[in-house]
Each structure stands twice: as structure tokens, then as C-alpha cells.
């Protein structure tokens, strides 16, 4: 009896081992360092090749098998699963790799240090020096790295240069530092600095420089992602920051900083600041010229010793007064000030205010916060308010008018004078107090109003006078003289 005549066994699938031996072989280039792409670009870039690559070689089994007589050999369950993990995680990584991840991370104020799980980071110094035209300003452009500007001993301009660079290896380390070197021009009046941190491409360059130049050079700073430090200069400054800190001191000239989250600090400036954008903390000392504060400010704000006008323009506080000879500190909820000069205006809502040693006319109009008022020297008063408590103190022997108004609360006074009448919810107070003089008017809904007596402000003491020669003795008068005197 014959045996039976065996199937021929079909061959296994070669999609399999292909697909390994390219992937090997890419992954051995890179190791060696030949080539420098990343895996997961490439992934994101030539992964339907994969699907092309398996579509062939089925195709090609599929004709050897019927040449031999045999069953072609499906897909199966498994292959359909991982052609759809393929098509699924493809479209992802092409989805990602084109997001400008720079910008997110600039948005989210990550560093690149912060995160430096693969590769290294090479550190590079170098030197820029040359002549500096006379009257010339200086613009600086850094991506990436801070900025120090200081005053040079001569002529010229010298920049200290330190760079961090992230790598594989030091080779390509020496590769993307040799592509991002910084850059000096001159064209016409304008000397450029470009730190070049984007010569490189992609790659992590972080470029700190500290700039030595004339004194009295105007300058302009264009920085992202990196702090600025300018002191001693007599030239105007024009700064344009992103997730950075920015400080500038003993500034002769003014002051024009233009922010994207960033924090600033200024002292001692001849000249006005404005600051517009979006902020984090601001720190103001000793500006005699004015102050323009417009923009949004996300943390605090703080003033101090500012000799002229001060204007604050945000989504929620608009406000301006003529001087500030002691302090103002502002954040989300509270606005503290002393020492401030009229006229005063102030239109803000969701904050307690309180104004200590204030001279001249006073407007304010709060909701959903106290206001309290301490008045120095009387002008003209206007204040509203609504769900929240008003209290305001006047000196003791000043002379003014009231007509105060409280619908749902009440109206409490110490100066005796006053009428208060009260009819259904609402609560009025009318008068005037010693000789009258400027007119106190006062809103509230909802809240109480008190009307409180400070203590007399005494005058200032006048300055000593300079010392007086001794007079010469009179001469001695008769003996009967003297005693009717006495």
C-alpha cells in the first residue's frame, strides 16, 4: 500500500525579516554616526514606505506561490492588526514632528537644560572685538541666551561670548558651534550683534553674551528666551523681551521695555519708562521722568520714588496720578500706595484700595472691593463703589462739602456737622464742615460709607537759620535804672 504524497510546506513571510534587516541597518548608521537623523523624523517622514515595502514582498510571494502551486499565504489577524498600529502611530508622528516644538516650548517657558535626556551639552567660549564708529548705536538680536551690556573702558565694542550646545558627540558639537557663530556688522549708524543661535537649524544653541561698549551708545535688545542686564548707560534703551528677566540701572537717558512674560526691574533712570506687553513682576525706583505702564500684568507691580506722571492702563485698572513720592504695590487683588500727588484717577474693579497721604483732587470708582482713603491736603473727592465698604479720613481742621450717597448700607461720620438721613435702603449725608471748601462726593451700593477724622498734619519745620555774630554788650545803665527795670 502506498503512502500517501505529502503537501509541500509553504515558506514563512519575508516581510518580517526585511523590515528588521532595514531598521538594523539604519540604527547601525546612527550609532556609528553616520548619519545624524533622527529615528522618530525618519519614522514620521518615510513610514508608509514600510507599507509599500510589505505590499511588494506579499505581492511577489503571492506570484512564487502560484508558480509553484500553492495556496497563497494571507495577511491573517495579525498582519491586519499591525498594518493598522502602522497607519495609526505614522499619521501621529508625522502630526508631530510638524509642530513648531520651539515655540511650545518658548509658550511654556521650558529650557533646554530642563529636559536633556538624550545627547550632551559642550560648552564654547569665544571673543568679538572691533572699533565702534563714533555716535553709533547698537542693536542686539539673541534667540536664545542672555545679555549683558556694560560700559568699555575705550572705543570699541567686546563681546565675551559663552555657548552651550547640545550633541551627540563632541564632533557635531564642534559642527553646529562652527554654524552659530555670532555675527558683528556695521550699516550706516547701526551696529548689529546676531548671536546666530539659529545657524545650527533645530538643534539646542544657547548663546550668552556680555557686551562692553561707549557709554553713551544708544541700545536696542531683541531677546527671547534669555535675561537682560544693561547698567551705566547714557543713551536711550529700547528692549524687547520674551520669558526672560530684565534689569536696568543707572540709566541717563529713557526707557522703552516691551515684554512677553517676562519679569523687569529698573533703578535709578534720568529719563521715562514705558513698559507695555505682558509682564509678570515689575520694579520701579527712583525714575524722574514719567512712567507708562499698558499691557497685562500677571503677578505684581511695585513703584517707588517716581517724579513725574504715572499712567497704568490693564483689563481691569486704568489708572494716572501726577507723582509718587513714596511707594505703589499693585497685584491681582490689593493696590497699596503712599505719598501719592494729585489729581489722582483710579477706575479698577475686584480690588481693595488704599491711598495713604494723598494731596489734590481724588476720583475712584471700585467694585466688588474696600476702598480707604487717607487724604493729606484737600481737593475735590469723587469715589464709588459697589459691594464693598468706603472709608475715608480727612485732617481734623480742614474745611469741604459732602454729599454721600449709600443704597443697602449705612453712613457713619465724626464730624458733627453732617445731616445723615436715612429713607427706605438708602442712607444720605449731606454738610459742610469748618468754612466749607472742596466738594467730597461719595457713591456706594451695597456697602457701608465712613467718614473718619484724621489727625492735624503739622507744617514742616522751616530749615534752621545760619548762625548770628554775637551782638556787643549794651553799655551798663544807672544803678536806679536797673532796679525799676527789674
Not at 18 to 40: A, D, E, K, Q
Not at 129 to 150: E, I, M, R, Y
Request: glycine fraction near 10%.
Amino acid at each position: 500500500m502506498s503512502s500517501p504524497a505529502m503537501t509541500p510546506r509553504r515558506p514563512r513571510s519575508l516581510a518580517g525579516p526585511v523590515v528588521l534587516i532595514i531598521m538594523g541597518v539604519f540604527l547601525l548608521l546612527r550609532t556609528m554616526g553616520v548619519l545624524h537623523w533622527s529615528l522618530w523624523h525618519v519614522f514620521a517622514r518615510f513610514w508608509p514606505l514600510l507599507l509599500i515595502l510589505w505590499g511588494v514582498i506579499k505581492l511577489i510571494e503571492y506570484q512564487q506561490a502560484k508558480q509553484e502551486g500553492l495556496r497563497p499565504r494571507g495577511i491573517g489577524a495579525g498582519g491586519v492588526f499591525l498594518i493598522i498600529c502602522l497607519i495609526v502611530f505614522g499619521l501621529a508622528a508625522t502630526e508631530t514632528s510638524r509642530v513648531n516644538w520651539g515655540a511650545l516650548r518658548d509658550e511654556i517657558n521650558i529650557d533646554d537644560e530642563d529636559f536633556q535626556f538624550f545627547g550632551n551639552t559642550y560648552n564654547f567660549e569665544d571673543e568679538l572685538t572691533q572699533a565702534f564708529p563714533p555716535g553709533a548705536n547698537l542693536k542686539v538680536v539673541d534667540d536664545h541666551g542672555a545679555v549683558n551690556v556694560s560700559v568699555a573702558e575705550d572705543n570699541q565694542i567686546k563681546v565675551v561670548i559663552r555657548k552651550r550646545v547640545g550633541a551627540d558627540d563632541q564632533q557635531t558639537a564642534d559642527k553646529y558651534n562652527a554654524q552659530t557663530k555670532p555675527k558683528l556688522t556695521v550699516t550706516g549708524n547701526t551696529v548689529t550683534l546676531d548671536a546666530n543661535t539659529d545657524g545650527a537649524g533645530q538643534h539646542s544653541i544657547a548663546t550668552d553674551m556680555d557686551v562692553f561698549l561707549p557709554r553713551k551708545a544708544a541700545v536696542s535688545i531683541t531677546s527671547r528666551r534669555g535675561d537682560v542686564n544693561v547698567n551705566e548707560r547714557d543713551g536711550n534703551l529700547d528692549i524687547s523681551n520674551r520669558k526672560g528677566q530684565v534689569a536696568i540701572e543707572d540709566i541717563n537717558g529713557n526707557a522703552a521695555l516691551n515684554l512677553e512674560g517676562s519679569s523687569a526691574r529698573a533703578e535709578r533712570v534720568s529719563g521715562n519708562v514705558s513698559i507695555e506687553g505682558r509682564a509678570k513682576d515689575v520694579d520701579l525706583k527712583e525714575v524722574k521722568g514719567a512712567v507708562h505702564l499698558n499691557g497685562e500684568f500677571m503677578e505684581s507691580v511695585r513703584l517707588s520714588e517716581i517724579a513725574k506722571g504715572v499712567t497704568f492702563k490693564s483689563a481691569r485698572t486704568d489708572m494716572e496720578f501726577s507723582r509718587l513720592d513714596g511707594e505703589l504695590d499693585l497685584d491681582s487683588g490689593d493696590l497699596r500706595a503712599s505719598s501719592l500727588n494729585g489729581p489722582v484717577r483710579l477706575l479698577t474693579r475686584a480690588k481693595d484700595v488704599h491711598l495713604d497721604q494723598v494731596s489734590g483732587d481724588v476720583r475712584v470708582e471700585d467694585e466688588n472691593g474696600t476702598v480707604e482713603l487717607q487724604l493729606r491736603s484737600l481737593g475735590n473727592v469723587q469715589i464709588q463703589n459697589r459691594r464693598g465698604d468706603v472709608q475715608i479720613t480727612l485732617p481734623a481742621k480742614a474745611g469741604f462739602q459732602v454729599d454721600a450717597r449709600s443704597r443697602g448700607g449705612d453712613i457713619e461720620s465724626d464730624f458733627g456737622e453732617l445731616k445723615i438721613d436715612k429713607a427706605n435702603d438708602q442712607v444720605i449725608a449731606t454738610g459742610t464742615v469748618a468754612s466749607g471748601g472742596p466738594r467730597l462726593v461719595i457713591t456706594n451700593e451695597h456697602g457701608t460709607i465712613e467718614i473718619r477724622k484724621g489727625a492735624a498734619v503739622a507744617a514742616a519745620p522751616p530749615a534752621p537759620a545760619p548762625p548770628k555774630a554775637p551782638k556787643a554788650l549794651p553799655a551798663p545803665k544807672a544803678k536806679a535804672v536797673e532796679e525799676t527795670e527789674n
